[in-house]
DNA sequence: CTGAAAGCGCTTACAG
DNA sequence: CTGAAAGCGCTTACAG
């Protein structure tokens, strides 16, 4: 690269000091230079191609215009991955609404749990957002309570800070209700993951909760748990189809573990919708082309991390809303496999 | 935020100077400093939690130790984000690997084709990768020739910028060559993109060339152009069926497209494999759940991420190989809509 | 082997 | 309305 201009030469060239270009340039309100002045100013930059360097900039005014986001995947990768572009086209997008940049920054699992406090001890970002936290994140913590600007993407329970996520008893209720109504009474369930994740308690719950606003005791011999992967469904659901009494619908709180279960009912030469209706969650993008489609629960990633950054965003900039616990609505997609007509032919 | 500590507490607190506190911290070589120094600087660092301030080291080494990933959408914009995590995991494991954070700005519809200059011109990063270039792009031309660091993902005609890409021609030959091996003669194609694209250029290009190896004439009737989508899939594939001599066999190159054709034949009543071979090219996500699995060209999305952040850095530290453009092999993952038997049951 | 000083390229009080 | 000067927090020749 040839010698960048600095802000020196431009002066130069319009024949003022070095406080004027910056004045000008960076549009400073409330100070006044002739019209001329910031013509000549603004002539001469582009003639020089000049842009200010970042760096300096960064340096002399302690913002970073940056923001982390920290992907944190676990044993779940594959079902992560399937929000990745939708999350980060909303963080992004946000980001680039208030003038941010993102850095994204994958934790692989060769690193340890807190390798990206560096970016934020380091001053690399102002602030960070922190897709998959653990509970047992001690440097987490200390950052919080330091009043680093953080945002979680998913929920730690026991503690305050801000955090993004899906409603996802809600949702887990909406899929009960529509098998009602389509007047399903035995009902099973196989969980997105183990109980230690929180979001298959709530999950868990919605679905006990739903049934109990009609009456229908809960019975632990229909729920199974699943693991994040197609294996995992295809094991829970050939238990669930061992039952006596099986149930006549089952709902599954991972289309990625849907996608299991599904072949283990094909295994078994069960149809689905006509002898087993099945709703999933998470509405990843390959559900709507299953055979059948798959009867999901939406998750909404562009608005979880538009959300995210944005909450974010007012944090770093001392604008922090007094609720910083933020639940985004899902929306019940229905397809083919509970075998209620879906609203259009096309999915 | 507290005061943070900077170099200068730290050098106090051990009893040495600044210049001391750097030399230990960044482990300059060839400078001999005795051990018990040594220890008091890091001992003091640590007792401080004193991380070095990223903007100021950046200000006076000249270098962010950042690339960008510059995200360019086009119309094929879901074709793109089916690559996207695995393209990134594969940039940001390089980039780590070799000391780098990455920058993930994609360029959105309402944005201008060369919004993401500044990253370069403001010194935002130290080199980037701009995956979908338009060739009509002035702004990249002008950058790669004063020597700015740059890796395509994609390629430009008739340019000399470095570029990583799949080998596009050779992947469409594999397919052919398998829908060959199974017995077929009549063999339809239909592209993923106008051919204003020079991956469709291509991956037609590889089509025609395996058809010559075996002495079969190109057919033009049998060639129909997709648009990245499903419904250009559906449309191509009825054409295909209006033919007066339909084709045993269609190669399809783009899984997404190949979606929509899939459902063209479903909607006349054809049946996969047996009816007709269809092969695809991408292997998304999706593709491994179709009705039936579909046999398509596998893309190495992480291996693409990777090559391009390393020849980027490579670049970027004086140290570029003599061949800059990088092709990738592609591999034919072999499921069940050829009819061939799949290597494995489970695929 | 270690320290005092200059400087990276900006922005921002502070004078005029 | 505009300019000279200080300073952001580091690193790195350059002396000792």
Redesign the interface.
């Known amino acids: 690269?040839?010698d960048?201009p600095t802000s020196r030469d431009v002066a130069r060239l319009a024949g003022v000091s070095r406080t004027t270009v910056s004045l000008v340039l960076n549009n400073v309100p409330d100070v006044h230079i002739s019209p001329e002045t910031r013509q000549r100013v603004l002539e001469a930059a582009r003639q020089l191609?000049y842009?200010?360097?970042?760096?300096?900039r960064?340096?002399v005014s302690?913002k970073?215009s940056?923001i982390a986001?920290v992907w944190h995947r676990g044993p779940d990768r594959t079902y992560r991955?399937?929000f990745?572009?939708g999350l980060?086209?909303g963080a992004?997008?946000a980001a680039?609404h208030y003038g941010y940049?993102?850095?994204?920054?994958?934790i692989?699992p060769d690193e340890s749990d807190d390798a990206w406090v560096?970016l934020a001890?380091?001053?690399?970002t102002d602030g960070l957002i922190l897709s998959g936290p653990r509970s047992d994140d001690a440097a987490l913590l200390d950052l919080y309570r330091?009043?680093?600007p953080l945002v979680l993407h998913g929920q730690l329970p026991g503690t305050d800070i801000p955090a993004v996520d899906v409603d996802n008893e809600s949702g887990a209720m909406a899929a009960i209700r529509h098998l009602l109504a389509l007047g399903h009474r035995r009902i099973g369930m196989i969980t997105n993951a183990p109980l230690a994740y929180i979001a298959s308690r709530q999950r868990l719950e919605g679905y006990r909760r739903a049934l109990e606003e009609v009456g229908i005791p809960f019975d632990e011999a229909l729920v199974h748990c699943g693991n994040f992967d197609e294996e995992s469904g295809r094991q829970a659901m050939q238990a669930l189809l061992a039952l006596a009494e099986r149930p006549t619908a089952v709902f599954i709180a991972s289309d990625m573990v849907a996608?299991g279960a599904l072949r283990a009912l094909r295994e078994h030469g069960l149809r689905v919708p006509e002898d087993m209706a099945i709703a999933g969650f998470d509405d990843i993008?390959?559900s709507r082309?299953?055979?059948p489609a798959l009867t999901t629960v939406h998750v909404p990633a562009f608005g979880l991390g538009w959300s995210a950054v944005e909450l974010l965003i007012r944090i770093i900039e001392g604008d922090a809303p007094s609720e910083t616990q933020v639940r985004l609505e899902t929306e019940l997609v229905v397809r083919e496999s509970c075998g209620a007509s879906a609203p259009q032919g096309k999915v």
């Open positions: 690269m040839p960048r191609n842009y200010p360097d970042a760096s300096a960064r340096l302690g970073t940056t986001l991955d399937a990745l572009p980060l086209q992004t997008r680039r940049y993102v850095l994204f920054r994958p692989e560096e001890r380091g001053r690399h330091e009043g680093f996608v993008a390959t082309y299953l055979t």
